[in-house]
């Protein structure tokens, strides 16, 4: 038996589960997105893999929609310098290795990296999350 799954189908309820109406432009940006494992984009980088594929779309939608999808858990955003973010499809707590050569980021995991000791925090408040990013470049 040949059961067929319509293409939009798991994004349309992922879009729908975090409160998000799925309009055309937010469907065809997330099947960008989320159709592969783990991916850290940026703004123009989704931008132009949406013109690649026919997407009439603006760089203004892409950045409002990455932020809208960030906003409901479903990115998270990664910003290596001032001006310069990327947005990660795998919002399980973890650190990044950034290439400071070729612009890549990659995964660390929470288990690859120990902490002896944590900082004091202001009064009234608690550690949410720790975001570390290790920075690499060639060495020649």
Request: with cysteine.
């Amino acid at each position: 038996i040949m059961i067929s799954i319509r293409p939009y189908a798991q994004i349309l309820d992922r879009l729908k589960s975090v409160g998000l109406r799925p309009t055309r432009q937010r469907l065809a940006l997330a099947k960008l997105l989320f159709e592969d494992d783990c991916r850290h984009v940026t703004a123009e980088q989704l931008h132009g893999e949406a013109i690649d594929a026919g997407i009439k779309v603006s760089l203004a939608t892409v950045y409002n929609s990455l932020h809208q999808f960030t906003k409901a858990k479903l990115l998270r955003e990664v910003v290596v310098e001032s001006g310069r973010a990327y947005f990660d499809t795998n919002t399980s707590d973890h650190h990044h290795l950034l290439n400071e050569d070729t612009g890549e980021l990659f995964d660390i995991s929470n288990n690859d990296i120990q902490f002896s000791a944590f900082p004091s925090t202001p009064c009234g408040t608690k550690i949410d999350r720790i975001d570390i990013i290790v920075r690499v470049k060639s060495d020649t």
